[in-house]
C-alpha cells in the first residue's frame, strides 16, 4: 500500500549555501575590521578610554551591520537587480542617504552618551583644525564613504553573479524546453500513440465522418501545438487548455467510457499565464499511470483557481494500488525544473502518493 508524498525539490542547493556562508564570512570580516580600526584608533589617537570606545564602535558597528543587511534583504526581496539601471540608481542613492543619515544619528547620540559631545573624539583629532561644522560634515563623508565602498562591492558581485545565472538559467530552459518537446514526442507522438488515435479516426469514418474529420483536425493542432512548444515559454491558462481538451478528445477515442473528466476552473485562473505543456504533462501522467492502468478506468479531475495571489492547480486521479509500470516521476521532474527556473521558490511542483488508490498532483506558481 503506498503510503507517501513525493516531493520534487530544485537544485543549486550547494551553490546557494555556499554563497550564503560567503555573505556571512565577508560581512563579519568587514565590519569586524572597521570596529577594530575605529576602537583603537579612537583609543590611540584620542585618548579615550577602551571601554568607552568599545561601546561607540560596537555600537556603530551593529548599527552597520543590520543596516546592511537590510538593504541586501530589500534588494533580493523586491528584485532590484532586475530593474533598469536607472530606477536602480535612484533606489541605491535614496537607500544609502538614509541609512549614511541614520549611520550619523547613532554615531552623535553614542557620542553624546560617552563623551559628551557630538563629533566622536577620533573625528576631533583627525580634524582638530576644522571648526564644529566642518568636523560634523567629515563625520558624515566617512559614514557615506564607508555605506558606499559597501555598496559598491555588493552590487558588484551580486550583478556578476545575476548575469551569470541567468545565462544558466537561459541555457537550462533551453535545454529543458528541449526535453519537454522531446519527451512529447517520444510518448505522445510515438508509434502506438499515433496508432491508437489514426485508429479510432478509422472507426469514425465509416459511421461518423464529421466526428472523424473533427478528431483529425483536433490531432492536427496537438501536433502543431507540441512541434511549436519551443518557441515560447508560457501561455494563458485557456490557451493550454484548449490543447489539453484536444488531448482528452483523442484519449476518448481509445478509452471511451473508462474515461471520465471533470473541470473545475474558476475564470480568473484561465487568464493566467503557465509555462506551455504543464498542465498537458499532468494530465497525461494522470491517464497514462492511473486511469489506463485501470480495468474499470475512472474519473480525471482538473482544478484551477486563484489564492492569495498565487494560482492553484490541481489534478487528482484514480491511481492503481499495486501499479505494474513505472512509478510517474520523469515529466514530473522535468516540470519541476522548468517551474524553478522560471519561477525561482516562488513555484513549487508536488506529487501526492498518500492516499491508496488516489494521485493528486498539485502546482502553485505566482499570479
Not at 17 to 33: E, M
Not at 78 to 104: E, G, H, K, Y
Amino acid at each position: 500500500m503506498l503510503n507517501s508524498v513525493i516531493n520534487l525539490p530544485s537544485s543549486h542547493s550547494r551553490q546557494r549555501v555556499i554563497i550564503r556562508v560567503a555573505y556571512w564570512a565577508l560581512q563579519l570580516l568587514g565590519w569586524g575590521f572597521y570596529f577594530h580600526a575605529q576602537m583603537t584608533g579612537e583609543v590611540i589617537f584620542a585618548g579615550v578610554t577602551w571601554h568607552q570606545a568599545t561601546v561607540v564602535w560596537g555600537g556603530m558597528t551593529v548599527s552597520g551591520f543590520a543596516l546592511t543587511h537590510a538593504l541586501r534583504f530589500i534588494i533580493k526581496r523586491n528584485v532590484w537587480l532586475m530593474l533598469t539601471p536607472r530606477a536602480l540608481l535612484i533606489r541605491m542613492f535614496i537607500a544609502v542617504t538614509l541609512m549614511t543619515s541614520t549611520l550619523q544619528v547613532i554615531n552623535i547620540a553614542l557620542s553624546r552618551m560617552e563623551y559628551n559631545t557630538s563629533i566622536a573624539p577620533i573625528y576631533s583629532a583627525m580634524y582638530r583644525a576644522l571648526p564644529h561644522n566642518g568636523q560634523m560634515i567629515n563625520q558624515f563623508i566617512t559614514s557615506l564613504i564607508l555605506i558606499l565602498v559597501w555598496v559598491g562591492l555588493y552590487l558588484g558581485f551580486a550583478m556578476q553573479r545575476h548575469r551569470y545565472e541567468a545565462q544558466v538559467h537561459r541555457a537550462e530552459l533551453a535545454q529543458l524546453l528541449q526535453a519537454a518537446e522531446l519527451r512529447l514526442l517520444k510518448t505522445q507522438l510515438n508509434p502506438h500513440f499515433l496508432f491508437n488515435a489514426l485508429n479510432g479516426v478509422r472507426a469514425l469514418i465509416g459511421d461518423e465522418p464529421t466526428r472523424a474529420q473533427e478528431a483529425v483536425t483536433q490531432l492536427a493542432r496537438t501536433l502543431r501545438y507540441s512541434l511549436g512548444s519551443s518557441d515560447t515559454e508560457l501561455v494563458s491558462m485557456s490557451r493550454e487548455l484548449e490543447m489539453v481538451n484536444d488531448y482528452l478528445a483523442l484519449e476518448e477515442m481509445r478509452l471511451g467510457d473508462r474515461l471520465n473528466v471533470i473541470r473545475d476552473i474558476t475564470n480568473e485562473a484561465m487568464q493566467v499565464r503557465v509555462p506551455i505543456m504543464l498542465v498537458q504533462t499532468l494530465v497525461e501522467n494522470a491517464i497514462k499511470h492511473g486511469i489506463a492502468e485501470l480495468k474499470g478506468g475512472g474519473t480525471l479531475h482538473i482544478e484551477a483557481r486563484i489564492v492569495n495571489a498565487m494560482l492553484i492547480i490541481r489534478i487528482t486521479n484514480p491511481y492503481p494500488i499495486h501499479p505494474s509500470d513505472h512509478p510517474p516521476g520523469t515529466g514530473l521532474k522535468n516540470s519541476s525544473e522548468r517551474l524553478r527556473l522560471l519561477f525561482n521558490s516562488r513555484a513549487s511542483l508536488r506529487l501526492d502518493l498518500a492516499h491508496p488508490g488516489e494521485a493528486i498532483a498539485e502546482v502553485k506558481l505566482p499570479v
